[in-house]
Every structure is written in structure tokens, then in C-alpha cells.
């Protein structure tokens, strides 16, 4: 039987994750830490599996980490200047915020 280079590589396809060599018909298996993508200010990473999906090993091959995004919430804190009082409120990234009805501003 034949050995092939099966390759996992995170998704910016220049970090090499694991790479090992395998005989045709084994299932390869990843055997390294959870893949992570760091947060932007705009979104959170969480690790969504493998593309293209694992299969027997057939040829070289190389899988690549896909993850799912998650757009990032702020806490924005508005001073009530009447009673001194914090009231917070979540946006998502990107949302203006506006103030509370319940800030009176007179």
C-alpha cells in the first residue's frame, strides 16, 4: 500500500497544525490541541471542525480549520445626570448606540 503527506493547517493556510505521513485507508485524526483564532474587535472565533470533511486517505491531503464567527457585544455605560445613576446597555459591534428612554436629559 501507499503512504501519503495528509496535512492539517489552520485557516490561514500558512500554519502548519500537524502532518504526518499515513497508508492509504486509514482515517486520518487530529491529534493536537483544539485550533483557536483570535477575537477582532468585530468578531469571536469558535473552531467549526475540518474542510474538507475527514476522509480514508485516498492521496495527499490537507484539511483546513473552519470556524464559526460571532459578532462582539460592548457594555456602553450612559450617566443619568439627574440621579447620578449608571444605566448599561449591550450593542453589537458596529450599532450606534442612542440614549435610553429612561435617561432624562433635562
Do not use: C, H
Request: avoid cysteine.
Amino acid at each position: 500500500m501507499a503512504n501519503y503527506i495528509i496535512t492539517f493547517v489552520d485557516d490561514d493556510n500558512t500554519t502548519i497544525l500537524q502532518q504526518e505521513e499515513l497508508e492509504e485507508g486509514v482515517l486520518p485524526v487530529y491529534n493536537g490541541e483544539t485550533p483557536t483564532k483570535s477575537a477582532t474587535a468585530e468578531y469571536t472565533y469558535t473552531f467549526a471542525g475540518w474542510t474538507p470533511q475527514i476522509v480514508e486517505v485516498v492521496g495527499d491531503a490537507t484539511y483546513t480549520a473552519s470556524y464559526s464567527a460571532t459578532i462582539r457585544t460592548y457594555t456602553i455605560g450612559f450617566q443619568n445626570p439627574k440621579t447620578n445613576g449608571v444605566i448599561s446597555e449591550e450593542y453589537e459591534y458596529g450599532t450606534v448606540p442612542s440614549v435610553p428612554n429612561n435617561i432624562d436629559l433635562q
